[in-house]
């Protein structure tokens, strides 16, 4: 018998052993991919880091966590193998956060929000903000800059790796190529189908307790103990590109240009379609590579196997290359359409709940009663990264019942992330029907 299995070895998936490891758990993550990640939502190497909310935010609190909890990862690593010198700055490159809002959003969210800030923020009008950023910013927006240890971007790829170190070292086991193809309760444990994708056999494996954090496909893991998960999470293709500028057009750019292009990402609109952009490869003497896209343009899946390969509509593409090009404009620089690389684009995928809020939960099976030997991380969307330390802890402390007093704002998060399942099930299935 297992002790605890973890299911997906993405950002959240390792995470959550890690956590469950480091508080001396028996774990063994099973991961369906070899060891080269190559298609999660976690795949990558940038995802925006940032910090900025009201004094009691939820995702800030997540963010800071997750800082927190990789400054301990790495002192750990670093004492176990003093050699290898492990450094958080191979996981967090900070840089300034830029935002983009639409006057009266700011208004509405600054009545209740950043007035209680506490961290270092400046904001810019379309007066200031060429005096104050180097921004020339369209009429009725505001910028918003965040300028935080730590802010910036965080790299999944990297992150995943030491998890991985991390864990081995605190004797967890983790399978590669092993897909788990079903799941059920029996009696006081759960029964765990799992098929090696590389010599195609299937085994079943026991386990006492079991943490579902595999992405996009948590709902099809879930189907016979929970079917009602795939009212509660939905996966979602997100396009993204990767640009650059050509080398021509990037030699011509004086050192306070790419200066000032360095200093503007990441950026994060928060109008429309919700245009982001980050650095995702930076080398000497050469444009930076960029990742681009829209948050807002998700579309549903038809087959979850096949989106990665799926090649992206034409329509967003030329969109995420036009709002490219208008975010240079802003730093006046001006570049003609032949002047930007597509270097890859392609569709990416995450899931998100109905709420958006993620979710780290107990779930009920289809019977209505609360397992509490079960814990699903998922519904992660567009900001699971930043906070991925702070749902494993939750997830461990779920499954292994926390010990000692917690914080207000700990007890708020979980609030926060356990009630969508529960408040769902309960509403909807108790009163006869689903939602
Ligand atoms: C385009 C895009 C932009 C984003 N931008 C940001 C951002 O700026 N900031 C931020 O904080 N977050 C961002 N995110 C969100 C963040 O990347 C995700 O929330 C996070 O990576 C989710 O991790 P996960 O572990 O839940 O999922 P995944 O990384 O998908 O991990 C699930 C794992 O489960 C495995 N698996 C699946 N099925 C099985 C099975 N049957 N058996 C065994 N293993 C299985 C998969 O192979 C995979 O490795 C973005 C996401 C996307 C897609």
């Given at each position: 018998m297992e002790n605890i299995l973890v299911i997906g070895g993405g950002l959240m998936g390792t995470s959550a052993t890690w956590k469950l490891v480091e508080r001396g758990a028996k774990v063994t993550l099973i991961e369906k991919q070899a060891e080269n990640y190559t298609n999660g939502s976690s795949y990558g190497t940038a995802r925006i880091s940032r910090s900025l909310?009201?004094?009691?935010?939820i995702f800030s609190y997540v963010h800071n966590k997750t800082v927190k909890e990789i400054i301990k990862l790495i002192a750990f690593l670093n004492t176990e193998n003093?050699?290898?010198?492990?450094?958080?700055e191979e996981i967090y490159s900070t840089a300034p956060v830029s935002y983009l809002f639409s006057k009266n959003d700011y208004a509405e969210i600054d009545k209740?929000?950043?007035?209680?800030?506490?961290?270092?923020y400046r904001k810019a009008s379309p007066n200031s903000a060429f005096r104050k950023f180097g921004m020339t910013i369209p009429e009725n927006t505001l910028l918003v800059r965040e300028m935080r240890q730590f802010s910036g971007t965080i790299n999944p790829t990297e992150l995943i790796k030491k998890l991985r170190l991390g864990i081995k070292q605190k004797g967890g086991q983790i399978k590669y190529n092993q897909e788990v193809i079903s799941l059920e309760k029996k009696e006081d444990y759960f029964e765990v189908e799992i098929l090696?994708?590389?010599?195609?056999k299937t085994r079943k494996l026991k386990a006492q307790k079991v943490v579902v954090a595999?992405?996009?496909?948590t709902v099809s893991i879930l189907n016979q103990f929970a079917p009602y998960f795939n009212k509660v999470i939905t996966p979602k293709k997100v396009v993204q590109s990767f640009l650059k500028i050509t080398d021509t057009r990037f030699e011509q750019l004086t050192e306070e240009e790419q200066k000032a292009i360095l200093n503007a990402q990441p950026f994060f609109s928060q109008i429309g379609k919700q245009y982001f952009s980050m650095i995702e490869k930076l080398e000497k003497d050469s444009s930076p590579i960029f990742k681009a896209g829209g948050h807002q343009m998700r579309r549903n899946i038809r087959n979850l196997d096949k989106v990665w390969t799926d090649a992206p509509r034409k329509k967003e593409l030329k969109w995420i290359k036009k709002q490219f090009r208008k975010y240079f404009e802003m730093l006046e620089i001006y570049l003609t359409?032949?002047?930007?690389?597509?270097v890859e684009s392609y569709n990416c995928v995450y899931t998100e709940t109905r709420s958006k809020i993620p979710l780290v939960t107990n779930i009920f099976n289809k019977y209505g009663s609360l397992d509490t030997n079960i814990v699903v991380i998922g519904g992660m969307s567009g900001i699971g990264a930043k906070g991925c330390l702070a749902y494993g802890s939750i997830g461990a402390d779920l499954l292994l019942g926390k010990k000692g007093k917690s914080k207000k704002m700990y007890r708020k998060a979980v609030k926060a992330f356990g009630n969508p399942s529960v408040n769902l099930y309960t509403k909807g299935v108790k009163r006869g029907r689903l939602f």
């Open positions: 909310g009201p004094k009691k935010d003093p050699k290898q010198k492990h450094s958080i209740f929000k950043f007035k209680k800030q506490k961290n270092d090696n994708t590389k010599t195609k595999a992405g996009a496909y359409k032949k002047e930007i690389e597509v």
